[in-house]
T-cell receptor
Framework: GQNIDQPTEMTATEGAIVQINCTYQ??????LFWYQQHAGEAPTFLSY??LDGLEEKGRFSSFLSRSKGYSYLLLKELQMKDSASYLC??????????WGAGTKLIIKP | NAGVTQTPKFRILKIGQSMTLQCTQD?????MYWYRQDPGMGLKLIYY???????DKGEVPNGYNVSRSTTEDFPLRLELAAPSQTSVYFC?????????????FGPGTRLTVL
C-alpha cells in the first residue's frame, strides 16, 4: 500500500527554527508537495520538490531525498502566524496526490 | 478572480437524505478534484476530472457521484447520506495533472450526517 508518515504534533518557540519530517512509500514518485493548513481553512501551497536537494523560499525551505523516501520542511524565524498544520503529499505513478495526515505545529511565545 | 468557490459552507443532513455540493472555479483550470478530510486524517481523493465530460474515481468514491458539464463547475452528489460521510469536503483545481501541479482549494463544506 501507499503510506506517508509525519509526526502528529510539534511545538516550537517564536523566533526559533523547526524541521518537520515526512517519509513516504508510494507506487511511483512524480514530486512531493508541502501545504499549509490553518485551522478551519483550506490547504495552501508551500513548496514542490521533484529532484533531490534543498529548495529555499524565504523563511521556508524544503528538502528531498528520493533514495531515502524522505523530505523535510524547515521553517526559520518562526512567527505566531505559522501555527498551522503542515501537510506532506506525494504525486504517485498515476499522478494522484497521496496525502499525509499532517503535522500540527504549535508556536509558543 | 474568485478562485475556487464552494457552497454551502455548512450543512446538516439526516440519514438517507441526498444533496449536491457545488464547486466552481474561474481560473480556466482543466483539472478539478473532490477531497474529504476527516479529523486528524489526510485528504482522501473522492473523484477527479481532467476536463469537461471526463471524470474518474479516486480512492474513496463509494456513496458519491460527480459530473463535469463545463470547465468551471464540478458538483459532487451524495445519495442516501450516511454518518460515515460526516466530514469536511474540499474542491480543488489545477492547470496541469503532472509535474508542478499546484492545486488551489476552495474554502470547504462542513457536512454532518445525523
Amino acid at each position: 500500500g501507499q503510506n506517508i508518515d509525519q509526526p502528529t504534533e510539534m511545538t516550537a518557540t517564536e523566533g526559533a527554527i523547526v524541521q518537520i519530517n515526512c517519509t513516504y512509500q508510494t507506487s511511483g514518485f512524480n514530486g512531493l508537495f508541502w501545504y499549509q493548513q490553518h485551522a478551519g481553512e483550506a490547504p495552501t501551497f508551500l513548496s514542490y520538490n521533484v529532484l533531490d536537494g534543498l529548495e529555499e523560499k524565504g523563511r521556508f525551505s524544503s528538502f528531498l531525498s528520493r533514495s531515502k523516501g524522505y523530505s523535510y520542511l524547515l521553517l526559520k524565524e518562526l512567527q505566531m502566524k505559522d501555527s498551522a498544520s503542515y501537510l506532506c503529499a506525494v504525486l504517485d505513478s498515476n499522478y494522484q496526490l497521496i496525502w499525509g495526515a499532517g503535522t500540527k505545529l504549535i508556536i509558543k511565545p | 478572480n474568485a478562485g475556487v468557490t464552494q457552497t454551502p459552507k455548512f450543512r446538516i443532513l439526516k440519514i438517507g437524505q441526498s444533496m449536491t455540493l457545488q464547486c466552481t472555479q474561474d481560473m480556466n483550470h482543466n483539472y478539478m478534484y473532490w477531497y474529504r478530510q476527516d479529523p486528524g486524517m489526510g485528504l482522501k481523493l473522492i473523484y477527479y476530472s481532467v476536463g469537461a465530460g471526463i471524470t474518474d474515481k479516486g480512492e474513496v468514491p463509494n456513496g458519491y457521484n460527480v459530473s463535469r458539464s463545463t470547465t468551471e463547475d464540478f458538483p459532487l452528489r451524495l445519495e442516501l447520506a450516511a454518518p460515515s460521510q460526516t466530514s469536511v469536503y474540499f474542491c480543488a483545481s489545477s492547470s496541469e495533472l503532472a509535474g508542478y501541479n499546484e492545486q488551489f482549494f476552495g474554502p470547504g463544506t462542513r457536512l454532518t450526517v445525523l
